[in-house]
């Protein structure tokens, strides 16, 4: 299947600084990425949807000045979480979209993930 | 009443077995569906994707859909030990912005 590669896998900060999450897709261009929270031993917590060249749109309940985003180009989005606190301690995954053939019902493919702890 | 549900489990199963693995929804809206696979602290790998109703078959995994009934099934023949993992539904529909069940969990053990 196709790679997207997430980076870092994982990441430790004090309280306060700021985290920057990248998605790459490697071999294929995606217009849709998708980011996740996902707590332990729970499902996939959609944050927001990143569209390239646009402004991503934020699910209900996640602050989008917190949580900033950016789909720069076809195959790169970032998450960067703001002033980061304890409670945003959690596993961050990306998805993208295979935007070939299919187009908005191409394939959705995962990064491996990020595990984010704030001390 | 969640769109999607999906029995958490866990599921344990002799190496060896049929896995059946099943997924409802109430949103008749959806028309493709998906597995993924997820191991603990990764992220989820995807196994099939279908839009039709009927069976879709690779390798050891049959996913089959049945829209009339708004259910979907993935089937892992001759299971092994490494299949162990949490088994993801999704589907989205015109949105194209997909919704997952929570999974289900599953242990083969030898």
């Known amino acids: 299947g196709a790679v997207v590669s997430q980076h870092p896998s994982r990441v430790i900060c004090k309280s306060g600084t700021s985290v920057k999450i990248e998605c790459r897709s490697l071999d294929f261009q995606a217009t849709t990425m998708f980011w996740y929270r996902q707590f332990p031993k729970q499902s996939l917590m959609l944050m927001a949807t990143?569209?390239?060249?646009?402004?991503?749109?934020?699910e209900q309940g996640v602050e989008k000045d917190k949580f900033l985003i950016n789909h720069a180009s076809l195959t790169l989005s970032t998450l960067t979480v703001t002033s980061a606190h304890p409670e945003d301690s959690s596993f961050y995954i990306c998805?993208?979209?295979?935007?070939?053939?299919?187009?908005?019902?191409?394939?959705?493919?995962f990064g491996e993930g990020s595990r984010l702890t704030v001390l | 009443q969640k769109e999607v549900e999906q029995d958490p489990g866990p599921l344990s199963v002799p190496e060896g077995a049929i896995v059946s693995l099943n997924c409802t929804y109430s949103n008749s809206a959806f028309q493709y569906f998906m597995w993924y696979r997820q191991y603990s602290r990764k992220g989820p790998e995807l196994l099939m994707y279908?839009?039709?109703?009927g069976n879709k078959e690779d390798g050891r995994f049959t996913a089959q859909v049945d829209k009339s009934s708004k259910y979907i099934s993935l089937f892992i023949r001759d299971s092994q030990p490494s299949d162990s993992a949490t088994y993801l539904c999704?589907?989205?529909?015109?949105?194209?912005?997909?919704?997952f069940g929570r999974g289900t969990s599953l242990i083969v053990h030898p």
């Open positions: 999704a589907m989205f529909g015109g949105s194209y912005i997909p919704t």
């Open positions: 279908t839009y039709s109703s």
């Open positions: 998805s993208a979209r295979d935007a070939g053939p299919g187009g908005n019902t191409g394939e959705l493919f």
């Open positions: 990143s569209n390239e060249g646009s402004k991503a749109t934020y």
